[in-house]
């Protein structure tokens, strides 16, 4: 059952809405209820209610269901990348790539439902055991806005795979894709109260759901602070946690690396999404010797960058998500220009006026020379700026890119096998890249260590991730 909470007596009630507004625009594009806990606890009962039916399935039906929505979904994806950039800002373009990764994503899992990690063990004269995979029940998935439906697939894949019901909670900029998502989802054959949408608050909607005891498991996306705030309110009550919170992501560049390559490694990496990337470069160490030549092109590439509505074609960099978000990174730059931490060569302000009011637009950004105790290094760059830093030798990149709470990813630019192996056995994060930044296939694991959470997402460990083993033990 797709539940869009709230009903027709609340209209006009300010307080039980939530307005989704374009962030390139101001333009209200829609509102959604904002729910309450009382709607949680009705989601979950529609949740518990369709648990059994869904679990009966075979994985191979629940696949068929799933491979069912991936067709739709690319039958619809230009309307569904129009809601994305419309409530997000991104350029059509990515969202376009956004909502093919989303099909991409479910179409792996159908894949996959064909196989089977149960097994037989046998122990000779003391018996046969027989392991198999149980679905926990129910799950929840707590979405962020930078990415809302990738993340939403790297959730929904797998848990409704495993044979999960769902309680999703979108954010509350950007609630309307994955509502148009789960209604295909429907359309695709997904029973009712499978997967359910509650919209609404973090604190109202977010917390219920952590809080709700017949939750045995949460997925989660976001800041450090709240998934710490989740990690808190979930002790002691054995729910199963998936947390991603976020990183800041070294790029290595060595000096015998293709610098043209990496110029676009870096350009790509940093400004994808208008820098709002849990896996952007967020700190770039060049060594010495091509520094120079390197710093240049970089430039030379970062002020050619088109900024802009996203549903205009050639542009680059959409606005930034809200004005939060933009306060937060202008914040951090101008922090760094009253310490004199570190030389601006290109952009380093928010652009207003009439080609930009109201929207959220900040400058593409390229720092260099930045100090060590500058922001900069220190706390997630959420927004499209970008430190560059020359390193004399490999050792010291390596210690710079580990001089950070966070874990998740980081890439070296080399063809050196000797590089790649000291980069890959000393660089503290759940994936190293060689010459490549920022892609990830659903085929592959994905998440971090330290301060940038547990678990994983993505391919089978994240379908092991919403399953439980039980055990038959035949005593012959
Ligand atoms: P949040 O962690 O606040 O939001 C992520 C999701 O969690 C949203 O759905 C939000 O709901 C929900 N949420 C908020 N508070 C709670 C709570 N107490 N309990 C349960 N759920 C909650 O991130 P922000 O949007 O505030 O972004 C802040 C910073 O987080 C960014 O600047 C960036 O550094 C980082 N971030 C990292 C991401 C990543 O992919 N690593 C993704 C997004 C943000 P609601 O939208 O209603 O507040």
């Not at 950007?174 to 997904?190: D, M, N, R, V």
């Not at 080399?414 to 980069?423: C, G, H, S």
Request: hydrophobic share 40%; aromatic share 6%; with cysteine.
């Amino acid at each position: 059952m797709l539940m869009r909470i709230g009903g027709t007596d609340t209209a006009g009630i300010d307080e039980y809405w939530i307005e989704v507004k374009n962030p390139a625009t101001g333009t209200f594009i829609d509102r959604v209820p904002s729910g309450t806990s009382e709607d949680v606890a009705r989601a979950v009962e529609a949740a518990d209610a369709a648990t059994g039916g869904w679990k009966k399935k075979t994985m191979r039906e629940r696949g068929m269901i799933l491979f069912h929505a991936a067709a739709l979904v690319r039958e619809q994806h230009k309307d569904i990348a129009q809601v994305l950039t419309e409530e997000q800002g991104k350029p059509l373009r990515e969202a376009i790539d956004e909502v093919r990764g989303f099909a991409n994503i479910l179409e792996y899992y159908a894949g996959i439902s064909a196989r089977s990690s149960d097994e037989t063990i046998r122990l000779g004269t003391s018996g046969d055991c027989m392991v198999v995979h149980e679905p926990i029940g129910i799950c929840a998935a707590i979405i962020p806005w930078n990415m809302p439906v990738i993340i939403m697939g790297w959730k929904i894949g797998p848990a409704l795979l495993a044979g999960n019901t769902m309680l999703l909670k979108p954010a509350s900029t950007t609630p309307l894709s994955g509502l148009k998502l789960a209604t295909i989802l429907e359309k695709a054959g997904l029973p009712p109260g499978v997967l359910n949408i509650v919209t609404g608050s973090g604190e109202s909607v977010g917390e219920a759901i952590v809080r709700h005891p017949l939750i045995r498991k949460v997925s989660f996306t976001g800041d450090c602070s709240t998934g710490k705030k989740i990690q808190a309110m979930a002790s002691g009550t054995g729910k199963e946690l998936t947390l991603e919170l976020g990183g800041s992501d070294p790029m290595i560049v060595m000096d015998d690396a293709d610098i043209d390559r990496a110029v676009e490694g870096a350009i790509r990496g940093r400004f994808y999404n208008t820098g709002q990337t849990c896996t952007a470069v967020k700190r770039l160490y060049v060594h010495d010797k091509i520094a120079d030549a390197f710093v240049k092109k970089l430039q030379k590439r970062v002020e050619s960058l088109k900024v802009g509505n996203g549903l205009e074609p050639g542009i680059d960099l959409g606005p930034m998500n809200s004005a939060g978000q933009r306060e937060r990174i202008a914040g951090m730059v101008t922090d760094l220009i009253d310490k004199a931490e570190g030389a601006i060569l290109a952009g380093g302000c928010s652009l207003t006026g009439p080609m930009f009011d109201p929207g959220y637009f900040y400058s593409p950004t390229l720092v260099s020379d930045v100090r060590p105790g500058s922001r900069l290094l220190n706390e997630e760059i959420f927004g499209p700026v970008l430190p560059v830093m020359s390193v004399p030798d490999l050792e010291t990149a390596i210690r710079e890119a580990n001089r950070s709470r966070y874990g998740l990813g980081a890439s070296v630019w080399t063809n050196n096998l000797a590089t790649t192996k000291q980069v890959f056995d000393q660089v503290h994060a759940g994936i190293i890249w060689v010459n490549r930044h920022l892609t990830v296939p659903p085929e592959i694991p994905f998440g971090g260590i330290n301060e940038s959470g547990i678990g994983r997402e993505n391919g089978s460990r994240a379908l092991e991730s919403y399953s439980r083993t039980k055990t038959l033990f035949l005593g012959w």
